[in-house]
């Protein structure tokens, strides 16, 4: 949160975003959420008509990255925040500005906040479950000079 935080300010989310966020399965991250509503840091926005694009992208995608996509197109977003490949794949192909975790991480790397990339890596897969391919794990590290 710190670097999303750092990095683009306050996170503006829909309704679907909020509920999965909140049953995290890990205690540590949903109280980390939890203040991070309480803050400000991530906003919940409920004043966009979300329902248009978010059925007709329910077909291939979740709820909440139905929602995701529906509110970055509908707000105008600058950047969109999303991980999963399939809703990545559809925001992309509406003209969306994407990152990532890996973005995120990449950026820190390169501004100073974070010391090594490759170890937050391994600490995301081995600790939490977090899936990369190895090519792209292999094509940031070389990005960012730790190849």
Same mark, same amino acid.
């Given at each position: 949160?710190?670097?999303? +935080? *750092?990095?683009?300010?306050?996170?503006?989310?829909?309704?679907? $975003?909020? &509920?999965?966020?909140?049953?995290?399965? @890990?205690?540590?991250?949903?109280?980390?959420?939890? @203040?991070?509503?309480?803050?400000?840091?991530? =906003?919940?926005?409920? +004043?966009? +008509?979300?329902?248009?694009?978010?059925?007709?992208?329910?077909?291939?995608? +979740?709820?909440?990255?139905? /929602?995701?996509?529906?509110? &970055? $197109? @509908?707000?105008?977003?600058?950047?969109?925040?999303?991980?999963?490949?399939?809703?990545? /794949?559809?925001? *992309? *192909? #509406?003209? #969306?500005?994407?990152?990532?975790?890996?973005? =995120? #991480?990449? *950026?820190?790397?390169?501004?100073?906040?974070?010391?090594? #990339?490759?170890?937050?890596?391994? %600490?995301?897969?081995? @600790?939490?479950?977090?899936?990369?391919?190895?090519?792209? $794990? %292999?094509?940031?590290?070389? /990005?960012?000079?730790?190849?």
């Amino acid at each position: 949160m710190d670097l999303i +935080d *750092r990095q683009f300010g306050a996170v503006h989310i829909p309704p679907a $975003v909020k &509920a999965e966020v909140l049953r995290h399965p @890990n205690p540590f991250a949903r109280e980390v959420l939890k @203040n991070a509503f309480a803050s400000g840091r991530i =906003i919940e926005t409920t +004043d966009v +008509d979300l329902e248009p694009i978010s059925l007709l992208l329910r077909r291939t995608l +979740d709820q909440g990255e139905s /929602e995701a996509i529906s509110l &970055a $197109v @509908n707000s105008g977003s600058e950047l969109m925040l999303i991980d999963e490949r399939e809703g990545r /794949e559809v925001a *992309r *192909r #509406l003209g #969306l500005r994407l990152t990532g975790t890996l973005g =995120i #991480l990449m *950026r820190a790397k390169l501004d100073g906040s974070l010391t090594s #990339l490759k170890d937050v890596i391994n %600490e995301l897969q081995i @600790n939490h479950a977090f899936s990369l391919a190895p090519a792209l $794990v %292999e094509r940031a590290l070389r /990005e960012v000079g730790e190849n």
